[in-house]
C-alpha cells in the first residue's frame, strides 16, 4: 500500500442508497485537492458503485482493503 | 437566457405534451393535490402553472401575439420560477390523478429537467442537482468497471453470505454470474436490499442469481432517457449473457417504473422473451402459493403502510404489499388517504440526492408526517428506498417516534423455513 495520510474519514455503513456516492461527493468536495478521504462500508454494492463513482468523476481510488467484513476505501480528491 | 432550455423543450415536446398544454383550462383540480404547493402557497408549485411556465417561456421566444397570450421572456424571475416548478416536483403523479382530463405534468417536468440540465449556464449546480447526474453517470461507468471487479465483488458477496448463514441459514447461498438461473436479483446499495430478499429467495427454493450491478437509475430522474436507456442496457446485457427468465427488482420505486413502463421500449424483441417484475408482487404470489410461511402475527406492533407512488399509483400493486403485511402484522392501520389517492412522502424524483432539497422535502413532507401521526402506528412500511429515506428524515424532523422498514424486512423476519 502506497503511503498516504488520510484527510478525512466516512463511514457509509448502514445508509440506504443513494447516499454512500452522495455524501462522498459531499465530503470530497470539502477536502484540498490532492486530500485522500477514508471511506468505510459494509455492503459489496458499494464496491462497485464507489470505483465507478471514481472513474466517472476523475477522483482517484488508491487503495481499497477487507477488515473483518469492513471495506475501506482510499480516494484522493483531483479536481 | 434559457437559449438551450428552450430548444431543447421545444424538440421534446411531442403530441401529448402539446395537448396537455393546449387543454389544460387551469381550472385548479391539482392545486391542492400537489403536496408541494399543499405546503409551500407557491403558485410555482400548481401543476397547471408548472406547465403554464414552460407555455409562457416557449411562446415569449417566437410569437409576435405575446402581449396578447401574456408570454414571459426569459428574464431572471421567470428563470427563477421554471427551476423551482421543474426541481420541486418529485413527480408522483397525485396531479394527474385528480385532473379532469388526467394531464401528466410529470411528463413535462421530466422533459424540462433534461432542458435545464443541458441549458449549460450551470443552472443545475445552482440548485444542487447535478448530483443527480453524477450518480447517474457512475450507474453508466459501472459498466466499464465491472469485469475487472468481478472476483473482488464475489468475494465481498461471499463474507455477506457467511453472515447471513450464521444468523438464518446454514445452508443458504447468495449466487452472483449464475448462469442459467431463473430469476435475475438486481439489489440496491446497501446489504439491506440483499439480505431479506436473499432470505425469502433460500424460503422459497428459488433458483436466482444476484446482479453485478444496482437497479437505480438517476438518469431517468432528470429525463435524459438516453443515458437511463444505457444504464438499463447494464441489466439487460447481464440478463441476455446469463440466461434468465426474470429480471426482479427491489423496493426501489423509480427503477421499478423503468423495468415495467420502459424497457420494452427500449429494448423490443430483445427482453421480449425475460419477465420483468418487482420484488412484492413475487413474494406475495410465493406467500398465495405457499412457496414460503410466515408467522401470523409475528408482529404486534401498530403498523401503517406508506403508498409509493412509482408501485401504486405508477405501477397498480396496492393489494400485494398489504396482504404481505396482513400475514406477519395483528395490527394493520391504513394512512388516510391511500392507495391511488396516496400522498406523497416528498422524497421521489431524485430529490432525496439533492443534500440542498432537505428542507424543501420536509416542507413538502408535513401532510404526510400528520398522517402518518394520525394512525398512531409505531412502524411505517413501505417498499421504496427514496420512500424509506425521506420517512426516516419526516420521523427525526417531526418528531414521530416511528420506525421505517420494508415490507420484505417484516417478511424476512418472520419466514418459517
Redesign the interface.
Known amino acids: 500500500m502506497a503511503e498516504y495520510t488520510v484527510e478525512s474519514t466516512l463511514d457509509a455503513r ?9 455524501r462522498t ?2 465530503e470530497i468536495k470539502k477536502m484540498s485537492v490532492g486530500g485522500v478521504l477514508e471511506l468505510l462500508a ?8 464507489m ?3 471514481c ?3 476523475g477522483n482517484e481510488l488508491l487503495d ?1 482493503k ?1 477488515e473483518d ?1 469492513v ?1 475501506r476505501f482510499y480516494i484522493r480528491r483531483v479536481n | 437566457m434559457l437559449t438551450r432550455f428552450l430548444e431543447i423543450t421545444r424538440d421534446r415536446i411531442n403530441r401529448p405534451l402539446q395537448y396537455y398544454q393546449d387543454i389544460c383550462v387551469r381550472c385548479g383540480a391539482c392545486m391542492d393535490a400537489c403536496h408541494f404547493y399543499a405546503a409551500s402557497r407557491n403558485p410555482a408549485h400548481i401543476p397547471a402553472q408548472r406547465m403554464m411556465l414552460v407555455r409562457k417561456a416557449l411562446q415569449g421566444e417566437r410569437s409576435w401575439l405575446n402581449w396578447y397570450r401574456d408570454a414571459d421572456r426569459a428574464d431572471g424571475r421567470q428563470v427563477s420560477e421554471i427551476q423551482q416548478a421543474m426541481w420541486e416536483c418529485t413527480g408522483c403523479r397525485r396531479c394527474a390523478t385528480f385532473c379532469p382530463f388526467d394531464l401528466d405534468t410529470a411528463l413535462l417536468v421530466s422533459v424540462g429537467r433534461y432542458a435545464l440540465m443541458n441549458e449549460g449556464t450551470g443552472l443545475e449546480a445552482e440548485t444542487g442537482h447535478g448530483m443527480i447526474l453524477e450518480i447517474g453517470n457512475a450507474e453508466i461507468s459501472k459498466g466499464e468497471i465491472i469485469e475487472d471487479l468481478k472476483e473482488f465483488y464475489i468475494e465481498q458477496v461471499k463474507l455477506l453470505e457467511k453472515r447471513v448463514q450464521d444468523e438464518f441459514a446454514p445452508d443458504l447461498q447468495i449466487p452472483v454470474d449464475k448462469k442459467g438461473a431463473e430469476i435475475l436479483y438486481v439489489p440496491l446499495v446497501g446489504e439491506h436490499a440483499t439480505v431479506p430478499a436473499a432470505k425469502i429467495f433460500h424460503a422459497a427454493g428459488a433458483d436466482w442469481t444476484m446482479s453485478l450491478f444496482t437497479a437505480t437509475n438517476h438518469s431517468f430522474f432528470v429525463g435524459d432517457m438516453a443515458r437511463a436507456k444505457q444504464a438499463a442496457r447494464l441489466i439487460l446485457d447481464e440478463a441476455l449473457r446469463l440466461g434468465v427468465k426474470a429480471i426482479v427488482y427491489p423496493e426501489c420505486g423509480h427503477a421499478t417504473r423503468t423495468l415495467l413502463s420502459f424497457f420494452e421500449n427500449w429494448f423490443g424483441e430483445e427482453i421480449a422473451g425475460i419477465e420483468r417484475m418487482n420484488l412484492e408482487p413475487l413474494v406475495a404470489s410465493y406467500l398465495e402459493q405457499g412457496k414460503i410461511n410466515v408467522r401470523a402475527g409475528a408482529v404486534d406492533t401498530p403498523i401503517t403502510y406508506h403508498d409509493p407512488c412509482n408501485l401504486g399509483r405508477n405501477g397498480g400493486f396496492f393489494e400485494e404489499p398489504r396482504s404481505l403485511i396482513r400475514a406477519v402484522a395483528s395490527e394493520f392501520r391504513e394512512l388516510e388517504p391511500n392507495r391511488a389517492l396516496n400522498w406523497c412522502c416528498g422524497g421521489g424524483g431524485g430529490l432525496i440526492a439533492v443534500p440542498e432539497m432537505k428542507e424543501t422535502r420536509m416542507q413538502a413532507g408535513n401532510e404526510k408526517a400528520e398522517q402518518i401521526r394520525r394512525t398512531g402506528a409505531k412502524w411505517v412500511v413501505t417498499a421504496c428506498e427514496n420512500c424509506k429515506t425521506q420517512l426516516g428524515d419526516l420521523n427525526e424532523h417531526y418528531g414521530l417516534g416511528v420506525e421505517i422498514k420494508g415490507v420484505t424486512d417484516l417478511v424476512a423476519d418472520a419466514l418459517i423455513l
Open positions: 448502514g445508509l440506504n442508497c443513494p447516499m454512500p456516492v452522495v461527493s459531499q459494509t455492503d459489496p454494492g458499494s464496491v462497485a458503485d470505483i465507478a463513482w472513474k466517472s468523476t481499497r477487507t467484513g471495506f
